[in-house]
């Protein structure tokens, strides 16, 4: 499941990832971040993951399509979870996109929220 969270604000998207995630909450979360990247052209995504059961492939799929196209359009990327793989994810995505991409774990949420919320210098 993917929700919204309420710190999204200006060029800043903010969502919880939790259990079963499937493209479903693709289709309702993509939209929010093109919408975001073309009223900004950069945008930054803190991205909370509690508790991930598992990703569907087409869900997967999504995303991966997803980050291709704009991965350009993101300024930084704040991930908050427990799981070892960001950390993997983290190393993999870096040479797809230009954004400061950081792991934080759930106890340094707001942490992370300040981080991305600060502007780059």
Request: negative net charge; aromatic residues 12%; proline residues 2%.
């Amino acid at each position: 499941m993917l929700e919204l969270l309420e710190e999204s604000k200006g060029d800043l998207v903010a969502f919880r990832i939790s259990g079963h995630v499937d493209k479903n909450d693709y289709d309702i979360m993509l939209p929010i971040l093109q919408e975001k990247i073309k009223q900004y052209g950069k945008i930054n995504v803190y991205a909370e993951m509690q508790e991930v059961e598992d990703f569907t492939l087409k869900a997967l799929w999504e995303d991966l399509k997803f980050d291709f196209r704009h991965a350009a359009d993101f300024s930084k990327a704040a991930l908050v979870g427990e799981q070892k793989w960001l950390d993997w994810l983290i190393v993999a995505a870096s040479p797809f996109t230009s954004a400061t991409v950081k792991h934080f774990t759930l106890e340094q949420r707001q942490q992370a929220l300040d981080w991305i919320q600060t502007p780059e210098e």
